[in-house]
């Protein structure tokens, strides 16, 4: 059974206010990403971490930032959120000898 | 460069009818194949993979897949459809299993 939570599930929250997203992993694993998920698009990766205190962009550009402070935990922030950020943001992670991505349940974000 | 492509966004079955999902995938190296289901409200549950040895690889819930090189496929397949397998599905491809990339999905529809 894959360990990967997300909080929160859901959250409505007014243009220009800071917010942090979180994921957090139980299994170890090395790999860990965010991704942005549209209805009928496919999903775009916009950060991903291969340890403690690597991040990278992925392909879509976001203005949002992340940490890796410690292995189990990858946070999202958005300094100061706007109506196009509202998505479905969905954290994953990998293991070093598991090919697979494992994903979190999503946070449904909506920016007014 | 990797890509995924799904053809058919929507697809309707009816309940007990074989079920076919395609995805077509394109890939300098031998890929690593995933195809995931989506719930409404959920993030995504693998199920099944394509790493190595036998090209038939079975899955979760009756699910299977054939990974056919010459026709750069891996097709999802069930021989009898049932209502809880209505779901989006998404096929992904990786090659190194540090970056994965995923198709944009297709909804699956299963009709009493």
């Known amino acids: 059974e894959a360990d990967i939570y997300q909080t929160p599930r859901y959250l409505v929250i007014g243009t220009g206010k800071k917010i942090t997203l979180e994921c957090s992993q139980t299994?170890?694993?090395?790999?860990m990403y965010w991704y942005q998920q549209d209805p009928g698009m496919e999903l775009h990766l916009i950060h991903y971490?291969?340890?403690?205190?690597?991040?990278e962009k992925g392909d879509l550009s976001s203005e949002s930032t992340v940490s890796r402070i410690r292995t189990e935990h990858f946070p999202l922030t958005l300094e100061s959120a706007r109506p196009s950020h509202t998505s479905q943001y969905l954290c994953?992670?990998?293991?070093?000898?598991?090919?697979?991505?494992?994903f979190g349940p999503g946070t449904r974000l909506t920016v007014l | 460069a990797q890509s995924v492509t799904q053809l058919g966004s929507h697809v309707s079955v009816s309940e007990g009818a074989l079920v076919l999902l395609r995805c077509n995938y394109s890939?300098?190296?031998?890929?690593?194949l995933f195809w995931y289901v989506q719930y409404p409200n959920q993030g995504l549950q693998l199920l099944l993979k394509?790493?190595?040895?036998?090209?038939l690889v079975k899955g979760i819930n009756g699910f299977e897949a054939e990974f056919k090189k010459s026709e750069t496929s891996f097709h999802l397949t069930k021989p009898s459809a049932h209502m809880s397998d209505a779901a989006e599905y998404f096929c992904?491809?990786?090659?190194?299993?540090?970056?994965?990339?995923f198709g944009t999905g297709t909804s699956l529809t299963v009709i009493p």
């Open positions: 890939s300098s190296v031998p890929p690593y």
């Open positions: 394509y790493t190595t040895g036998a090209t």
């Open positions: 992904a491809v990786s090659n190194t299993g540090n970056q994965f990339y």
């Open positions: 971490s291969y340890g403690v205190n690597s991040t």
């Open positions: 299994m170890g694993h090395d790999k």
């Open positions: 994953a992670s990998s293991g070093r000898f598991y090919n697979e991505q494992f």
